[in-house]
T-cell receptor, first 110, second 112 residues
Framework: SQTIHQWPATLVQPVGSPLSLECTVE??????LYWYRQAAGRGLQLLFY??????ISSEVPQNLSASRPQDRQFILSSKKLLLSDSGFYLC?????????FGSGTRLTVV | GESVGLHLPTLSVQEGDNSIINCAYS??????FIWYKQESGKGPQFIID?????DKRQGQRVTVLLNKTVKHLSLQIAATQPGDSAVYFC???????????FGKGTRLHILP
């Protein structure tokens, strides 16, 4: 069966520090992968999606970047975090029948 | 889209009553629709789906209704329980790709 792993679950980082959130998928090959951000009490904002290794599409201009070094690995990064980068970050993979989400990372930039 | 920045609307329902959560979708050509449930601090989880060639689908205590004429989707939860307290998102899949579009979400609050 397919599973998706996302870590860490929570993270507190100072302004200006780098960020690396990792997401891996098991039990499927060549999945479409996504990074979403969700502010408290808000909806889901699509940040990046990837249809294959090295293929990244950015949905909104921002301080973050994404990479897909392996088929089932998707990484969200920043060189210098801003206060506005705080939020709940969700990784997901999709097939024709919908999305499966990871458990999320709550990032607090202080 | 714009809705991601807005506070989620809230629906308050008495425990034991039926809940109806509504959603308007955007693309009349979308062929697949999904409802997700997101509990506090967790990722969204699949509840039920429906294809565009159907107008109703039932699961365990949940029913999804699709009205393509007015591009409206609803989720009905029978005999609402405290564990149903969550944010509910509808999603549509436009034809030709796997990327789905999420609605703005509704927070379901259960009254004792």
């Amino acid at each position: 069966s397919q599973t998706i792993h996302q870590w860490p679950a929570t993270l507190v980082q100072p302004v200006g520090s780098p960020l690396s959130l990792e997401c891996t998928v098991e039990g499927t090959s060549n999945p479409n992968l996504y990074w979403y951000r969700q502010a408290a009490g808000r909806g889901l904002q699509l940040l990046f999606y990837s249809v294959g290794i090295g293929q990244i599409s950015s949905e909104v201009p921002q301080n973050l970047s994404a990479s897909r070094p392996q088929d089932r690995q998707f990484i969200l990064s920043s060189k210098k975090l801003l206060l506005s980068d705080s939020g709940f970050y969700l990784c997901a993979w999709s097939d024709r029948y919908g999305y499966t989400f990871g458990s999320g990372t709550r990032l607090t930039v202080v | 889209g714009e809705s991601v920045g807005l506070h989620l609307p809230t629906l308050s329902v008495q425990e034991g009553d039926n809940s109806i959560i509504n959603c308007a979708y955007s693309n009349s050509a979308s062929d697949y629709f999904i409802w997700y449930k997101q509990e506090s601090g967790k990722g969204p989880q699949f509840i039920i789906d429906i294809r565009s060639n159907m107008d109703k689908r039932q699961g365990q205590r949940v029913t999804v209704l699709l009205n393509k004429t007015v591009k409206h989707l609803s989720l009905q939860i029978a005999a609402t329980q405290p564990g149903d307290s969550a944010v509910y998102f509808c999603a549509e899949r436009p034809p030709g790709n796997d990327k789905i579009i999420f609605g703005k979400g509704t927070r379901l609050h259960i009254l004792p």
